[in-house]
């Protein structure tokens, strides 16, 4: 009898490696799945939903959209940093008869208890229950807009995962809960948009540039070529450079960790360690900068672009770690990074 067997795929291999509770930046999520299918997809997010790991979209970058949508997106940005959703709105627009019907719905009670007496069997109280969180999924799905989607889209996907989290509540915070499925199922629309814009190829050229020029530049230069010395060939910024040399090393230790499981076989392709080693040299080329700032302007350069392995943060996480305002964080950064340039 013929035995057959099967190569796992990048995503296959990636999601061997995740447990419950980790997080997936959504530009590394991107690029596993450039191959597949939208439907494949699709399924892949929802294995992604169905081990408890959470997909972080931090790491993508803005869309404003494009032809007439972009008019439309722009604006409701616009709403949402003013704080008034209903502002510039006719009276028949579908966002704002939603936003109306919905601040006409009764909302009353307690939602961690509804919640634990409907895990207990009650479903008298699931539309309740219900009501009193939409509100939830119109306030984060705001945080969303500027993703290329329309803010009625977001609080329907944010609304289907608000309902997929009251359904598999089974005990505990609620709040929490009910947070991760919201934000869950808005990441995942955010992400097939940036997929169907193209974003993934975008980011595996910038990788393959940044790893291509690195060499071009060791060979030229006779010496590791800095950062901003390779972003300035490639035509992208130092903070564009600084999270591509953190994603290539990230890459490279995954690979490495793979790699260690398996018999060690040698190759051709051992010839690639030379190669190799630009990766991690890259994360020392960053560390090697950062010794020129302060501690205090290090350590909001690596909390912003997740220099230390973790994931990035914005100017206000980050600033909240370090004791400053949102402002005094940006400002800080501008200044670091101005630093860095000279």
């Known amino acids: 009898m013929m035995e057959f067997t099967f190569e796992e795929s990048a995503w ?25 299918s939208d439907e494949e997809a699709e399924e892949a997010l929802l294995a992604l939903e169905e081990q408890g790991i959470t997909l972080d979209i931090t790491d993508l970058p803005m869309d404003s ?8 997106l722009r604006q409701e940005q616009q709403m949402v940093k003013s704080g008034n959703l209903l502002a510039g709105l006719d009276e028949n627009d579908p ?37 009193l969180c939409l509100s939830r999924v119109v306030e984060t799905a705001c945080g969303y807009t500027g993703r290329g989607i329309l803010l009625l889209d977001l609080i329907q996907e944010g609304s289907l995962g608000l309902w997929q989290g009251i359904l598999r509540y089974t005990g505990g915070d609620f709040d929490s809960h009910i947070d991760w499925w919201i934000r869950q199922y808005l ?19 910038a990788l393959e540039d940044f790893r291509d020029m690195d060499q071009q530049l060791l060979g030229e230069l006779g010496r590791n070529p800095t950062l901003e010395e390779i972003a300035e060939a490639i ?30 076989e040698e190759t051709p392709d051992d010839n690639q360690a030379v190669e ?14 950062l010794s020129t700032l302060s501690e205090q302007e290090a350590k909001l ?25 949102a402002e005094e964080a940006v400002n800080m950064e501008a200044a670091a990074l101005s630093k860095l340039r000279k």
């Open 12 to 36: 296959e291999q990636a999601l061997k490696m995740l447990r419950p509770g980790d997080v997936l930046p959504a530009a590394r999520a991107l690029i596993l799945m450039e191959e597949m």
């Open 187 to 205: 990441a995942k629309a955010a992400l097939m948009q940036a997929r169907s814009s193209g974003i993934g190829e975008k980011m595996k050229t």
């Open 65 to 72: 959209g494009s032809g007439e949508a972009a008019l439309r």
């Open 276 to 289: 190799d080693t630009a990766y991690f040299q890259a994360r020392q080329r960053v560390l090697d900068m």
């Open 301 to 325: 350069l690596t909390l912003r672009f997740g220099l230390d392995g973790g994931l990035p943060k914005t100017a206000q996480q980050a600033g909240e770690i370090l004791g400053l305002t």
């Open 235 to 264: 035509h992208i910024t130092p903070e564009e450079a600084a999270v591509v040399a953190e994603m290539l090393t990230q890459a490279k230790l995954r690979q490495q960790t793979v790699l260690s499981r398996e018999p060690k």
């Open 95 to 131: 966002l704002g008869l939603y936003l109306q019907e919905l601040s006409n719905i009764p909302v009353a009670g307690d939602a961690q208890a509804l919640a634990e007496q409907y895990a207990a069997g009650n479903e008298d109280v699931l539309q309740t229950l219900t009501n």
